[in-house]
């Protein structure tokens, strides 16, 4: 029976789709890299071996760069900070400064407050057709390229996105349509502009205290990437190459806030569509919170996986949203019941309320 695991380490020993020579980009198409951050550029070194950690290269380190090898995911990387939890808020975008208490200090626990900023831009909104709040479908494509960034990819293509979302390995091939929804996701979270400032923390969390430092603000899009499209093999592919390190795994790493679990407990036994997707991920979040809370309530409400579609079923019959929550209960239990043959929790059991499903209790 495979455990979970709650270190940060991660392994590789596989290689994806061949993907040799993908692209090479000169160092003068790097530096007009808009909001682009020498002390984190994301790289591969002289030899073309991905680097292990995200450090600054000299420019004459630059050369050509290409993609030699690709990076399988054994382990996948969830951030479990403040920031991001408050992300999946729908009441956070484009609503002005937040304060967000991510901790208590002193006797009288006292709260430490962060405070953010998200946005975006109403012109940029005319661009997109999908729901411009970050979702746990949007967290799932996160953490998946968090994933394959922590282990060295700064490149990647939708299908290697895809994989490590849904813990399978090369050779599988994802549909279309999911990527497609993977595409659009990405699209999305680059529009997105994030400040984050942690000058409490800085000033009150000992571990983070730094004499040099009174003021400490994060700036950047949620992704800073460019886009390349190329031939592989006669097949086209859309690669994404990250320029900068995401602004919340920057944020997390400093707070020594991530978890990982093995990516093999993604590939459970349902179908993989942007609804199964979203509900997976949505597990995921509040069974690792429950983990890590154990003053929390350790239940997960029905009403709070159906909210996951309310803007879906607003023009729906009653017929089909009764459909939809059938559907969703079966996947609920499909993954749970997956997750406890795997170890990653102990055990659950559902609670009904008359003839409704009313809450699942998890023991972790």
């Known amino acids: 029976m495979k455990k979970e695991t ?4 991660v392994t590789t020993d596989e290689l994806f789709d061949n993907m040799d020579d ?3 980009i000169i160092s003068e198409d790097l530096n007009q890299t808009s909001s682009f951050d020498k002390s984190s550029q994301i790289l591969l070194d002289k030899n073309k071996n991905p680097i292990s950690t995200i450090e600054y290269l000299p420019d004459d380190d630059y050369e050509q760069l290409k993609i030699t090898t690709t990076s399988a995911v054994e ?3 969830l951030t479990r900070d403040r920031v991001s939890y408050a992300l999946l808020d729908k009441s956070v975008i484009n609503k002005g400064e937040q304060s967000l208490s991510v901790g208590k200090i002193g006797k009288a626990h006292e709260p430490v407050l962060t405070k953010i900023v998200v946005s975006l831009d109403p012109d940029e909104l005319e661009k997109m057709s999908n729901n411009m709040e970050f979702t746990y479908f949007d967290k799932s494509v996160f953490d998946a390229i968090c994933s394959l960034l922590m282990v060295g990819n700064k490149a990647m293509s939708l299908s290697m996105i895809a994989r490590a979302m849904l813990g399978k390995k090369s050779p599988y091939h994802p549909g279309s349509e999911l990527l497609e929804e993977i595409d659009k ?10 400040s ?3 000058s409490e923390e ?3 969390f000992n571990q983070l205290k730094n004499e040099d430092v009174s003021k400490a603000v994060l700036k950047s899009r949620f992704f800073e990437c460019r886009r390349l499209d190329t031939v592989i093999k006669g097949n086209a592919v859309d690669v994404i190459m990250f320029t900068q390190e995401p602004i919340l795994l920057k944020y997390a790493k400093k707070r020594a806030q991530l978890s990982s679990i093995n990516n093999s407990l993604l590939d459970t036994p349902t179908k993989k569509t942007k609804n199964l997707i979203t509900i997976q991920s949505y597990l995921l979040q509040r069974i690792n919170m429950l983990k890590l809370n154990k003053k929390l309530p350790q239940c997960i409400m029905f009403k709070s996986i159906y909210s996951l579609f309310d803007d879906d079923v607003v023009n729906m019959s009653d017929r089909a949203i009764k459909d939809l929550y059938v559907r969703a209960r079966k996947a609920v239990l499909s993954i749970l019941e997956f997750w406890k043959k795997e170890g990653f929790i102990k055990n659950y059991s559902l609670t009904t309320k008359g003839r409704s499903y009313y809450k699942i209790d998890i023991e972790c």
């Open 75 to 77: 382990k996948s990387v």
């Open 22 to 24: 993908v692209f090479s």
């Open 6 to 9: 709650t270190d940060n380490s």
């Open 185 to 194: 996701s990405i699209n999305k979270l680059e529009r997105i502009k994030i």
């Open 202 to 204: 800085i000033a009150r």
């Open 196 to 198: 984050i400032d942690m």
